[in-house]
């Protein structure tokens, strides 16, 4: 009668959503080291959930079970893109890719942003993204297409897989779309009015 009453009982949404986001980390740190069957970690999901569906005490074990999911497939993803760089670290290299988001400039006044489709020596296509820091005064834009040289150094988090601090910038092809210029001509008339309004 006890067990009865526990399993119709459904778990606290803190608590489901605390087991989920936790267990996305741990799932996160296995992606990177670990090897485990995705198809397995798929079954168990799907088992879980048809759980669920049957007894509401259940969500716990599928939020646990997914979250572990979710975050080994991030993580591993991660892992995979950044082994394709482990050659390259600490290595003096020449690489060209385009501009992924708009350039800023860092606490050391040095500009910053990240490139993507990234091609080492114009033969070797390298994944994700490189932040890029330079003292060179460029006037670079989103979607520029440059050449950068330095050295690649590994980096945290999940958004970049490498960085290359003190690069050598040169503009290969500037971006002169039509929407770019636009977003950029808006953006400029924004910063302008909110500089003369403080």
Request: proline residues 1%; positive net charge; aromatic residues 8%.
């Amino acid at each position: 009668m006890k067990m009865r009453r526990m399993l119709d009982k459904q778990p606290n949404r803190l608590l489901v959503i605390g087991v989920f986001t936790a267990l996305i980390m741990v799932g996160l740190l296995m992606g990177r080291s670990a090897h485990i069957s995705v198809t397995l970690l798929l079954g168990l999901t799907g088992l879980t959930a048809a759980l669920s569906c049957w007894n509401r005490a259940f969500i716990l074990v599928f939020a646990a079970i997914l979250g572990l999911t979710l975050g080994y497939w991030r993580g591993a993803s991660f892992a995979n893109n950044v082994t394709k760089y482990n050659g390259y670290f600490e290595k003096t290299l020449t690489m060209s890719g385009i501009i992924a988001g708009d350039v800023g400039v860092d606490e050391q006044g040095q500009l910053e942003f990240h490139i993507t489709k990234i091609y080492l020596d114009d033969e070797i296509t390298l994944p994700g993204h490189i932040r890029i820091r330079s003292r060179q005064k460029v006037d670079l834009n989103r979607g520029d297409t440059i050449e950068v040289k330095g050295k690649l150094r590994k980096t945290l988090g999940t958004t970049r897989q490498a960085s290359m601090t003190f690069a050598e910038i040169k503009l290969i092809q500037k971006n002169n779309s039509l929407l770019e210029q636009t977003r950029q001509n808006f953006s400029s008339c924004l910063w302008n009015y909110f500089r003369a309004a403080s």
